[in-house]
């Protein structure tokens, strides 16, 4: 049995705020990846505080 090698990506994510963008976000964090998002607003980002920092 061959096992695959995960890697962990930096994904970008433009639009983390947006109905599809927020989805991208959880997914790839659920799965490990280092994920960034570019929001027009930081207020209204869902943050995991654990594992977020916003930069002004």
Request: one cysteine or more.
């Amino acid at each position: 049995m061959r096992m695959a090698l995960m890697r962990q990506l930096k994904i970008l994510v433009i639009g983390g705020t947006g109905s599809v963008g927020r989805l991208v976000v959880s997914e790839a964090l659920a799965k490990g990846h280092k994920v960034r998002a570019l929001v027009r607003n930081a207020a209204c980002a869902v943050c995991q505080p654990s594992r977020s920092r916003s930069a002004t």
